[in-house]
């Protein structure tokens, strides 16, 4: 492609958008690292006189930060497996059976993808609160499966498409039946493309704050986005220990996204994706 | 299954038993004689377990999707088909658990007092009022950004980085940022307007100024989903076409409103989708950046329908109240949903 415009104008444009992109974290981040009363002078620094780590102590002191990170990973991971599991039987069925309601099912699907968390609320939690979830890992989990289904169902039906039918046929004549055939010869194969749904399901429940604060409100099950909410008091706004709190919930989804970018970004091609 | 699988079949079953002799050792022990080696084994052998076995799992096409597509079915059923009937059902009752009455029903009285309702016409005004503004503007910011992104630079993960990781932080989070950012004292977008203005804004005191501040939040966040969808549309649009617009005389504007643009149109329409449904439920930015303040001006339908169902307890006018919200955006999904049918 011929590159548009002169060069100089081109890395003006990169530079915009990375500091538009980052420039917020980035501040947070030199926010964190300041003190109360650097943070209270005008007018304000940029850059931190004193850094200090302080602030992050007390992250994990003011609130049971710990706790809440522990939630967050345990929510996500169940519900990222168990979406993945699901995701991937019906996927197979979609992208490789010949059924004469695809279309339906698809459509069912994508219907889903759109559907308004919102209105889930009240039914939910009066069914979480009748058989006792509420406060449980479960009353998230099904929700968040449900959640990421549709654009994981989706990118693999995608990933499974392309991978040549003829190594199934292959498998199955050596004597694997149709189901062996889906977990020793798609899955591995699409591997990359189980990774990018397992991504995307893992974000969105990592994400997710409605259900999170209406279902799961006791100290020990809050997860990381509810909990950090809370350092606020109702006219106290600690500034540089909320700061130290956000680096330390956004880390680790920073840190999967800088390592499999390339991945996230063809999942993102392969199904359309809810953000 | 195609012809020459068919064909194989008996021998097939034969090859499975011994092969897979070790992994199937909890069967019976008839698969003894196969899995000694004796192939090709003889049909006669056939009622063996490993054929029951088979059948089940290479159930014919029809059989097995229903198996596959169960899970999913069943998931959507409890988590989404039964909690909607239940919701419209629940919107006609009077259940308030504050109450200390049992269920009962009310027919549209919940409805009626929504009508009447001066702070539900604020709440669906202002998430209306956000739809019409940040979904426009995350769209033109994440287009922006999208062309930036799709630039042939030799160094690409700085720019993909910086849309990939405010797409993946949570609202939450943005929300709280957002309230750092736009603070009356020590934030840093007074800070860089000192430069400009001589007096301060007090933002959070201003019904619409914190309306405008969670729109920006909102739209920031936003513009890097839309972008990346848009980055995923970029990039399918063939290069043949660009050269062959330029050989054509097209200059750059040329290109992207007669290339560019009309391929884009499918993503657009995507984004401008999902944008539109999720916008509709916004929640986590204006209760982390303003708890709806001050006083009801920035409260959304979504921070409504959650302060009656959670903090009230008002199950009955809750649930009314997320059936109007079901329904508008029912009425985007369907538009949505032609959108994609539409396409071949």
Redesign the interface.
């Known amino acids: 492609m011929k590159m548009p415009g002169p060069a100089a104008l081109r890395r003006f444009a990169a530079f915009a958008v990375i500091v538009n992109g980052l420039f917020p974290l980035f501040w947070i981040f030199l926010t964190s690292l300041k003190t109360e009363a650097e943070l209270t002078r005008i007018p304000i620094t940029w850059l931190p006189h004193a850094p200090t780590l302080e602030n992050y102590v007390r992250a994990f002191h003011d609130q049971p930060l710990a706790i809440y990170l522990f939630n967050s990973l345990a929510v996500a991971l169940i519900s990222t497996a168990l979406t993945l599991f699901i995701a991937t039987l019906a996927a197979y069925a979609l992208a490789r059976l010949e059924i004469g309601y695809k279309g339906l099912a698809l459509g069912a699907i994508i219907a889903v993808s759109t559907f308004p968390l919102v209105t889930l609320l009240v039914p939910l939690f009066q069914t979480m609160r009748t058989l006792g979830l509420l406060n449980t890992y479960a009353a998230l989990v099904l929700p968040y499966t449900v959640l990421s289904l549709p654009v994981c169902t989706l990118v693999l039906v995608s990933f499974f498409q392309s991978i040549p039918i003829d190594l199934e046929n292959a498998a199955m004549i050596d004597g694997c039946s149709r189901v062996g055939a889906l977990f020793r010869i798609v899955v591995p194969l699409s591997a990359p493309g189980v990774f990018t749904a397992g991504l995307l399901a893992f974000v969105n429940s990592w994400d997710e704050f409605l259900l999170a604060l209406s279902f799961n409100s006791a100290t020990s099950m809050r997860t990381l986005p509810v909990g950090i909410t809370l350092y606020q008091g109702e006219f106290a706004f600690p500034w540089p220990v909320i700061s130290a709190a956000l680096v330390v919930g956004i880390v680790p989804v920073a840190a999967l996204i800088v390592m499999f970018q390339q991945r996230v970004i063809s999942g993102l091609t392969a199904g359309g994706v809810k953000g | 299954m195609?012809e020459?699988?068919s064909r194989?079949a008996g021998e097939?079953?034969a090859?499975?038993?011994s092969?897979?002799g070790a992994a199937r050792s909890t069967l019976p022990a008839s698969t003894g004689p196969a899995a000694t080696g004796h192939r090709p084994a003889d049909p006669p052998r056939a009622p063996s377990p490993p054929r029951r076995?088979?059948r089940l799992?290479?159930a014919n096409?029809?059989v097995?999707?229903r198996i596959?597509?169960a899970?999913?079915?069943l998931?959507?059923l409890?988590?989404?088909v039964?909690?909607?009937c239940?919701?419209i059902w629940?919107s006609f009752l009077e259940d308030s658990l504050t109450s200390g009455l049992p269920p009962h029903f009310v027919g549209v009285e919940n409805y009626v007092s929504l009508a009447t309702d001066p702070e539900f016409w604020t709440a669906l005004t202002n998430t209306l009022l956000i739809t019409l503004i940040t979904v426009p503007a995350a769209l033109l910011a994440g287009l922006a950004?999208a062309l930036?992104?799709n630039?042939?630079?030799q160094v690409r993960?700085?720019?993909?980085?910086?849309?990939?990781?405010?797409?993946?932080?949570?609202?939450?989070?943005v929300g709280?940022?957002g309230?750092?950012?736009f603070?009356s004292?020590?934030g840093?977008v007074n800070?860089l307007l000192?430069h400009v203005r001589s007096t301060r804004i007090i933002w959070f005191n201003s019904g619409w100024l914190s309306f405008m501040a969670i729109c920006l939040t909102i739209t920031?966040k936003?513009s890097?989903?839309?972008a990346?969808?848009l980055?995923?549309g970029l990039?399918?649009i063939p290069?043949e076409l660009?050269?062959a617009a330029?050989v054509d005389g097209a200059g750059?504007f040329r290109?992207f409103f007669s290339v560019t643009l009309p391929m884009l149109k499918p993503s657009i329409a995507?984004a401008v989708?999902?944008?539109m449904?999720?916008s509709?439920?916004t929640?986590?930015i204006p209760?982390?950046m303003t708890r709806g303040g001050p006083g009801t001006s920035t409260v959304t339908?979504?921070m409504y329908?959650?302060q009656n169902?959670?903090d009230f307890l008002d199950?009955g006018y809750?649930?009314a109240l997320?059936?109007v919200?079901?329904l508008v955006?029912m009425g985007?999904?369907a538009f949505?949903?032609r959108q994609?049918?539409a396409q071949p």
């Open positions: 195609p020459n699988l194989l097939d079953d090859r499975s038993a092969g897979e076995r088979r799992l290479d096409d029809a097995l999707a596959l597509l899970p999913t079915f998931l959507l409890v988590i989404v039964y909690p909607v239940r919701l629940t950004l930036v992104a630039l042939p630079f993960w700085p720019v993909r980085l910086s849309l990939l990781i405010p797409w993946a932080i949570p609202l939450a989070f709280l940022i309230g750092w950012f603070q004292d020590y840093v800070d000192r920031w936003t890097s989903f839309v990346l969808v980055l995923a990039q399918t290069d660009y050269e330029s750059v290109r995507v989708i999902f944008r449904i999720t509709l439920q929640f986590d209760v982390t339908l979504a329908i959650h169902t959670i199950l809750g649930s997320a059936v919200l079901f955006s985007v999904t949505y949903l994609v049918s």
